[in-house]
């Protein structure tokens, strides 16, 4: 049998093969820890002290255990981490990020900048507010809860889990969007440890320019959801005399600048369905209730946040294509607390429920 | 399929890979709003002098431009031909070196730069070495594997586009004309001479690439308008990477990877080893014919290929990249607008003898 010669041309396509296995800074899977959840805050020094969550994995489910580590900055804090840790830290699954009450008073630009610079920290990582005095604290109260329970912290944010429209969400890259942009700010999630359940939602902060600057209730927050077109379906709104569930809503806007100031005029149209009645209300009755409700709701956010110079709900974006281009970064600062918004509010009743009418009527 | 098709689609993924990566730095930090004028410029200017060079080379039926410039005297092409060959090294130096650069920034940090580069070289000179056709059935395989991909990430990346973010929509100003960053973002054009490089045996149509050149342009507006939608302008040109910063910003839920940058990055990673491979294959064929026929041709390729990864190793980060942009200027210049205005001239000279012999 004619063998035929194996061709040296062949030994170039099998020494590529070996450039395939890639295995040139590998570090298997068993070596590695990846943190869900990193808080933040600053100690004396102006020094960062990095808490990270970290989940195990043990025959029981999953467990989680708290590390921390502190440094100049915040990749020092991280290295110091890592230096301790047995396995390599990989940052590429973070998903929360807690910020201590006070740290995010003084300003947050610097961790923001770090973790967009950053190819290893995904811009999709939430963002948010711990009102405990002790981040430390927070982090041990949690960790025992999900201990004992096997719920993970991120559920609560999760649109899919235990989301409400009140709780208000936020990204890092739309917080570093609200750092640069001059016509939109960020809010933020403030969250604490829960008694009975493992976080307790305590409204949201407002911020300017990477800093917060005060804190609106959870009712409130519902405005800003509702206002930017997130998902408002199952609020329930509680009246004297009705409880309704939102079921859908739908903004519009008009903007105009007479003279030198801004005009904005918002119409909201809020569909709801009838949950129930204490006495004897009329569906106009019902109607004129909610839609006071919400424009003094609107006009409390708006005069909060208006005195803090942060846009919270986004006007400015209206008002880009009205005001001169060089005026538009003097927006947050110059015309954003003179802007006049005026609320116009429609209720529509879709359905009263499983009865055919509300009582009287 | 038709090899006039396979110029098309060769055409399509070398702009593509180019556009995506540079495009939309250069033109944001050539002005603060107002993006589309620069865009309409550079649009304008591709069709403009993609025709001329077109045209140009219809007057000369299965002849390149190595040929065309070589039939009055050899001399003659050795001095046009040699800024255009000094740009095109810089162009293949460039994108080797600043794609390494971005790979490492993005997925892997941990590898030492030389091994991307290498890598990266190594691939663009063996599909060189191996011809033009090869060049063209790896453009069809990878405009197949990859163009769906490109696709879905365009398409999913209007995610969070706010269409408010659109203004101000008037330029800021016309100073960018002469801003040398609006410049370096004509490197974006440049695939487009490899046209004059095709073999004679291989037919194209030129009403075809005209035609691909203006489905491209939506292509140059995408990959401005995407981040700035999204992130509003102030905020978009604080990127080094604008549109795969915007592709960090998609969650898609259904979706098993969390990451799709990863993919789409990957793809403009290919899309440019065939421009890469385009460079190395054009500037062998111009060493070989015009300056060293002794060397063999797959020998030149090689030799081209060691000389970008030296340079490369030489070249310290993305600011001595962007240096290597700056020294480009006057010869991309000369590559991008005065070949094909001479290579016209050229046409127009024949055209003329022929006239006049006939009517002799």
């Not at chain 1, 927050?221 to 998902?231: H, M, P, R, T």
């Not at chain 2, 990959?223 to 990477?241: E, N």
Request: hydrophobic residues 45%.
């Amino acid at each position: 049998m004619n063998r035929t010669p194996f061709k040296s041309r062949w030994y170039l396509p099998i020494f590529c093969l070996f450039l395939l296995t890639g295995c040139w800074d590998n570090k298997d899977i068993n070596h590695r820890v990846l943190p869900l959840v990193v808080g933040v805050k600053k100690i004396e020094d102006d020094r960062y002290k990095i808490i990270l969550e970290i989940p195990t994995t043990n025959p029981n489910g999953i467990q989680t255990e708290i590390v921390t580590g502190t440094g100049d900055t915040i990749n020092e804090a991280i290295e110091q981490i890592k230096t301790n840790l047995e396995s390599q830290v990989d940052l590429l699954h973070l998903r929360l990020i807690v910020l201590d009450k006070e740290y995010a008073n003084s300003g947050t630009e610097e961790l923001i900048e770090a973790i967009m610079r950053t190819r290893e920290i995904s811009p999709k990582a939430m963002v948010a507010v711990c009102s405990n005095d002790s981040l430390e604290d927070f982090f041990s109260g949690v960790n025992e809860k999900v201990q004992t329970s096997n719920i993970s912290m991120l559920d609560f944010f999760d649109k899919t889990a235990g989301w409400t429209p009140q709780i208000v969400t936020a990204n890092t890259w739309e917080m570093y969007r609200g750092i640069h942009s001059p016509t939109q700010d960020v809010t933020l999630p403030v969250i604490d440890k829960g008694k009975d359940t493992t976080l307790v939602y305590k409204g949201s902060a407002i911020f300017h320019k990477g800093a917060m600057k005060g804190k609106i209730t959870g009712d409130d927050s519902f405005l800003i959801n509702a206002y930017k077109g997130n998902e408002t379906y199952g609020k329930i709104e509680v009246l004297n005399k009705a409880s309704v569930m939102v079921v859908s809503n739908r903004i519009q806007n008009y903007a105009e600048i007479k003279g030198d100031l801004p005009f904005l005029t918002i119409k909201m149209n809020l569909n709801v369905v009838v949950l129930e009645t204490v006495g004897n209300p009329s569906v106009n009755d019902v109607k004129k209730q909610l839609d006071d409700l919400i424009t003094t709701r609107f006009q409390n956010v708006i005069q909060k946040s208006q005195s803090e110079q942060s846009d919270t709900f986004g006007f400015g974006q209206h008002f880009r294509s009205l005001l001169p281009p060089n005026q538009l970064t003097t927006w947050k600062t110059d015309y954003y607390p003179r802007l006049k918004v005026k609320v116009d509010v429609k209720v529509d009743i879709r359905n009263k429920g499983n009865l055919k009418s509300m009582k009287g009527n | 399929m038709k090899k006039s098709n396979l110029v098309v689609i060769l055409f399509l993924i070398a702009h593509i890979g180019v556009i995506f990566y540079i495009y939309p730095l250069k033109i944001m930090s050539s002005i603060g709003y107002g993006h589309w004028l620069p865009v309409l410029i550079t649009v304008s200017f591709q069709l403009v002098f993609l025709f001329v060079y077109l045209k140009g080379l219809s007057y000369f039926p299965n002849q390149d431009l190595i040929s065309i410039f070589s039939l009055e005297r050899k001399l003659l092409a050795r001095v046009l031909m040699f800024p255009f060959m000094i740009y095109l090294f810089n162009s293949l130096l460039v994108v080797t070196r600043a794609y390494a650069e971005i790979i490492t920034i993005i997925f892997l940090q941990n590898t030492p730069i030389w091994a991307i580069d290498l890598l990266i070289i190594f691939i663009a000179g063996y599909i060189a070495i191996k011809g033009f056709n090869t060049i063209l059935y790896t453009a069809l395989a990878v405009f197949f594997l990859f163009i769906p991909i490109i696709f879905f990430a365009v398409v999913t990346s209007f995610q969070n586009a706010q269409l408010l973010n659109i203004f101000p929509i008037t330029p800021e100003n016309l100073t960018f004309i002469y801003n040398d960053q609006f410049l370096i973002s004509f490197f974006a054009v440049s695939p487009f001479l490899f046209l004059g490089f095709i073999p004679s045996r291989i037919d194209y149509e030129p009403k075809k690439i005209m035609t691909a050149a203006i489905c491209l342009s939506p292509v140059y507006l995408l990959s401005v308008y995407v981040p700035i939608l999204t992130f509003g302008p102030h905020t978009a040109s604080t990127f080094l990477l604008p549109f795969s910063t915007t592709m960090d910003t998609i969650s898609i839920r259904w979706l098993v990877f969390d990451r799709i940058t990863i993919f789409y990055m990957l793809s403009i990673v290919t899309f440019s080893l065939i421009f890469g491979a385009l460079l190395i294959w054009m500037l062998s064929l111009i060493i070989h014919r015009l300056y060293l026929p002794s060397l063999r041709k797959d020998w030149t390729g090689i030799l081209i290929g060691a000389l970008a990864f030296a340079c490369g190793l030489i070249l310290q980060g993305f600011d001595e990249i962007d240096a290597v942009y700056k020294f480009d200027l006057p010869l991309r210049v000369y590559s991008l607008a005065c070949i094909p205005v001479i290579l016209l001239i050229f046409g127009l000279k024949k055209g003329r003898k022929r006239h006049e012999q006939d009517s002799i």
